[in-house]
């Protein structure tokens, strides 16, 4: 933390709460075309394998390794009604806490939160744990996504099947 | 259940099932599977027996343990074993996952390099060979103990293939060559292809859902599903650029042994080695001079097969190999009739040219893995007919598709060699007299 007076301090990761909780409530929603408008045209959103958290797109074989373009492609994907394994849709409920902000000295801030994203579909229950790592822009007084990554704290995808939702 | 399982005597096993639950009439090219294939715990307990534990089966491959001491672990075949090589002798050794003194689990990393596997429970020691190195207070034991003895329990059968380990639990079973029969070639395409020299990307694909098995060894090489099953990710690659007018066209082949391939043309590029726009300019150069060199090492015809013809490839039972807009190595395995657990990695060509390797993941991820595209409706698909069983009413799936001609890759002659085979092998306890 660099240079950020604590009050100030407090301000941002407030900021950045309520614009984390306004996200969720917008992929709980299934609004995914307002989603998409948070990220930016360089934006990433990744999830990396189970056994791999750390694990770089370049190299290492991702769950997710969306650019603007695949994201696109995926929340076309899901509002259709050919992406089988989400219609109908889930009922999700993307909880986020443990908000950080890890760097507010540029004009990039790093983020980091814990999530739980439970989803509910036709009788079945599952439950994805683990940690967002945000790279957010600062724009008209809120934010833009320039990276989403979410890495998984189970140690495989056996209890969920796959990651057919967007975390 | 009605099935009496305790009065079937070993001797009967490789008696032919009166009523085969795999009714197969070439006369009148009728080809049915009664689905108590996928749904009865007497089949599944059968198939334990007689098919995980009397085959050969993936380990994992060799690039995954490149060091004196690397290991790995994970079940094969529903059993915790370990795969590590030997510091002394540069063996590639599995061995049973249990200690030998009480039973606990001696490797509980799921990866790493050590010259020593300690069993934390009393502290029993062995080395990456298996011999028992240190028992505390070893003087307390009579004469009733041979500790040489006591070494790791090696997998009674390890082999490998170019780079593929395979265990088998049965002592008496074919060497690994002869098993493999005509999926060797298969195999040779996939690493020869690749330059000769190919390794396991990092992070794997460790998903379950709740369907048999057996339905995932039909889709994994089922071109009949793909268009309409996959609509979304077909839109997605031609969003992109991807041109598939060219279709897909070619053939199943039977490989013996149950292993089955379908070969056919490919729309899509591929990293080795035939270039799309979307893998930029840059690529093309790399893609040409990989073409030309498989040109010059193995002829235009091989070569061919290698750069521009997919494959889907099963070796009986539980092993996919598919190569087609990047390779997968897949495990299946079912702890219950209703469930599978699936385990798969990316392989890759050793040296890659890193704007290559990166597509190739992209086309993983989106097509194969299951945070992608195609992946998570195949899942939907399977657990959607292990559902539909559950209703009753109808007793068979027909899988006869294409039993009339010579087997395009869209028919399912690829399935009819799995299934013969499995009818084989499960012999009267595949009898749809004795299960329900």
Same mark, same amino acid.
Request: glycine fraction near 8%; charge should be negative; hydrophobic fraction near 40%.
């Given at each position: 933390?660099?240079?950020?007076?604590?009050?100030?301090?407090?301000?941002?990761?407030?900021?950045?709460?309520?614009?984390?909780? *306004?996200?969720?409530?917008?992929?709980? @929603?299934?609004?995914? /075309?307002?989603?998409?408008?948070?990220?930016?045209?360089?934006?990433?959103?990744?999830?990396?394998?189970? /056994?791999?958290?750390?694990?770089?797109?370049?190299?290492?074989?991702?769950?997710? /390794?969306?650019?603007?373009?695949?994201?696109?492609?995926?929340?076309?994907?899901?509002?259709?009604?050919?992406?089988?394994?989400?219609?109908?849709?889930?009922?999700?409920?993307?909880?986020?806490?443990?908000?950080?902000?890890?760097? *507010?000295?540029?004009?990039?801030?790093?983020?980091?939160?814990?999530?739980?994203?439970?989803?509910?579909?036709?009788?079945?229950?599952?439950?994805?744990?683990?940690?967002?790592?945000?790279?957010?822009?600062?724009? /008209?007084?809120?934010?833009?996504?320039?990276?989403?990554?979410?890495?998984?704290?189970?140690?495989?995808?056996?209890?969920?099947?796959?990651? @057919?939702?967007?975390? | 259940?009605?099935?009496?399982?305790?009065?079937?005597?070993?001797?009967?096993?490789?008696?032919?099932?009166?009523?085969?639950?795999? %009714?197969?009439?070439?006369?009148?090219?009728?080809?049915?599977?009664?689905?108590?294939?996928?749904? &009865?715990?007497?089949?599944?307990?059968?198939?334990?027996?007689?098919?995980?534990?009397?085959?050969?089966?993936?380990?994992?491959?060799?690039?995954?343990?490149?060091?004196?001491?690397?290991?790995?672990?994970?079940?094969?075949?529903?059993?915790?074993?370990?795969?590590?090589?030997?510091?002394?002798?540069?063996?590639?050794?599995?061995?049973?996952?249990?200690?030998?003194?009480?039973?606990?689990?001696?490797?509980?990393?799921?990866?790493?390099?050590?010259? #020593?596997? +300690?069993?934390?429970?009393?502290?029993?020691?062995?080395?990456?060979?298996?011999?028992?190195?240190?028992?505390?207070?070893?003087?307390?034991?009579?004469?009733?103990?041979?500790?040489?003895?006591?070494?790791?329990?090696?997998?009674?059968?390890?082999?490998?293939?170019?780079?593929?380990?395979?265990?088998?639990?049965?002592?008496?079973?074919?060497?690994?060559?002869?098993?493999?029969?005509?999926?060797?070639?298969?195999?040779?395409?996939?690493?020869?292809?690749?330059?000769?020299?190919?390794?396991?990307?990092?992070?794997?694909?460790?998903?379950?859902?709740?369907?048999?098995?057996?339905?995932?060894?039909?889709? &994994?090489?089922?071109?009949?599903?793909?268009?309409?099953?996959?609509?979304?990710?077909?839109?997605?690659?031609?969003?992109?650029?991807?041109?598939?007018?060219?279709?897909?066209?070619?053939?199943?082949?039977?490989?013996?042994?149950?292993?089955?391939?379908?070969?056919?043309? &490919?729309?899509?590029?591929?990293?080795?080695?035939?270039?799309?726009?979307?893998?930029?300019?840059?690529?093309?150069?790399?893609?040409? =001079?990989?073409?030309?060199?498989?040109?010059?090492?193995?002829?235009?015809?091989?070569?061919?097969?290698?750069?521009?013809?997919?494959?889907?490839?099963?070796?009986?039972?539980?092993?996919?190999?598919?190569?087609?807009?990047?390779?997968?190595?897949?495990?299946?395995?079912?702890?219950?009739? %209703?469930?599978?657990?699936?385990?798969?990695?990316?392989?890759?060509?050793?040296?890659?040219?890193?704007?290559?390797?990166?597509?190739?993941?992209?086309?993983?991820?989106?097509?194969?893995?299951?945070?992608?595209?195609?992946?998570?409706?195949?899942?939907?698909?399977?657990?959607?007919?292990?559902?539909?069983?559950?209703?009753?009413?109808?007793?068979?799936?027909?899988? &006869?598709?294409?039993?009339?001609? #010579?087997?395009?890759?869209?028919?399912?002659?690829?399935?009819?060699?799995?299934?013969? =085979?499995? +009818?084989?092998?499960?012999?009267?306890?595949?009898?749809?007299?004795?299960?329900?």
């Amino acid at each position: 933390m660099t240079a950020v007076a604590p009050r100030q301090q407090a301000f941002l990761r407030q900021q950045v709460e309520e614009f984390l909780y *306004a996200e969720a409530a917008l992929l709980d @929603a299934w609004a995914l /075309d307002d989603w998409l408008l948070l990220f930016d045209r360089d934006a990433k959103y990744e999830v990396p394998c189970n /056994d791999a958290p750390d694990g770089d797109p370049a190299h290492d074989l991702m769950l997710i /390794d969306d650019n603007y373009v695949r994201l696109t492609a995926r929340v076309t994907r899901l509002n259709s009604r050919r992406a089988h394994r989400e219609y109908p849709h889930s009922r999700t409920n993307h909880q986020v806490f443990n908000v950080s902000v890890q760097d *507010a000295s540029h004009d990039v801030i790093s983020v980091t939160a814990s999530f739980t994203v439970w989803r509910f579909r036709a009788g079945r229950s599952s439950c994805y744990v683990g940690r967002y790592r945000y790279r957010l822009r600062r724009n /008209d007084g809120g934010f833009r996504i320039a990276l989403k990554r979410a890495e998984l704290d189970m140690t495989d995808l056996r209890s969920v099947a796959d990651v @057919a939702i967007i975390l | 259940m009605s099935t009496n399982v305790q009065a079937r005597r070993p001797e009967e096993a490789e008696a032919a099932a009166q009523l085969p639950i795999v %009714d197969d009439d070439p006369v009148t090219q009728r080809f049915r599977v009664h689905r108590s294939a996928m749904t &009865s715990l007497e089949v599944h307990r059968a198939e334990v027996e007689r098919i995980f534990a009397k085959s050969w089966l993936y380990v994992g491959h060799e690039s995954e343990i490149p060091e004196p001491g690397d290991f790995v672990r994970r079940p094969v075949g529903g059993r915790p074993v370990f795969m590590v090589r030997g510091v002394k002798t540069g063996n590639v050794n599995v061995f049973h996952n249990t200690c030998t003194h009480r039973g606990a689990l001696v490797c509980r990393q799921e990866s790493g390099n050590s010259k #020593v596997f +300690q069993c934390f429970y009393h502290a029993w020691t062995f080395d990456s060979e298996g011999r028992l190195k240190g028992v505390p207070d070893r003087d307390a034991y009579a004469g009733g103990v041979n500790f040489d003895e006591l070494g790791l329990k090696r997998v009674a059968r390890v082999e490998s293939y170019r780079g593929f380990v395979f265990a088998s639990f049965d002592p008496d079973i074919d060497d690994l060559p002869s098993y493999l029969a005509g999926a060797k070639d298969y195999i040779d395409l996939v690493v020869d292809g690749c330059g000769g020299s190919v390794e396991i990307v990092r992070g794997t694909n460790q998903y379950s859902f709740a369907a048999n098995w057996k339905l995932l060894v039909e889709n &994994s090489f089922d071109g009949y599903h793909a268009e309409s099953t996959h609509d979304t990710y077909f839109k997605y690659l031609v969003s992109i650029g991807t041109d598939l007018r060219g279709g897909v066209s070619g053939r199943a082949i039977d490989l013996g042994n149950g292993h089955a391939v379908i070969e056919y043309s &490919s729309p899509w590029g591929r990293p080795v080695a035939k270039w799309e726009p979307l893998f930029g300019a840059d690529a093309r150069t790399e893609i040409d =001079r990989l073409r030309a060199d498989l040109v010059a090492r193995h002829g235009e015809q091989r070569a061919h097969a290698m750069a521009e013809v997919n494959r889907n490839l099963l070796i009986y039972p539980n092993l996919i190999i598919n190569d087609i807009m990047a390779v997968t190595v897949r495990t299946l395995y079912p702890p219950a009739p %209703d469930t599978v657990d699936v385990t798969a990695w990316a392989l890759a060509p050793n040296n890659e040219l890193a704007s290559l390797r990166h597509r190739r993941l992209d086309s993983f991820l989106t097509f194969l893995g299951p945070g992608g595209f195609a992946t998570p409706d195949d899942v939907e698909a399977l657990e959607s007919c292990q559902q539909g069983f559950a209703s009753g009413g109808v007793e068979w799936n027909d899988i &006869s598709r294409g039993m009339g001609r #010579v087997p395009m890759a869209n028919d399912e002659e690829q399935m009819r060699v799995f299934w013969r =085979r499995w +009818q084989h092998q499960m012999g009267t306890a595949a009898d749809r007299a004795g299960v329900q």
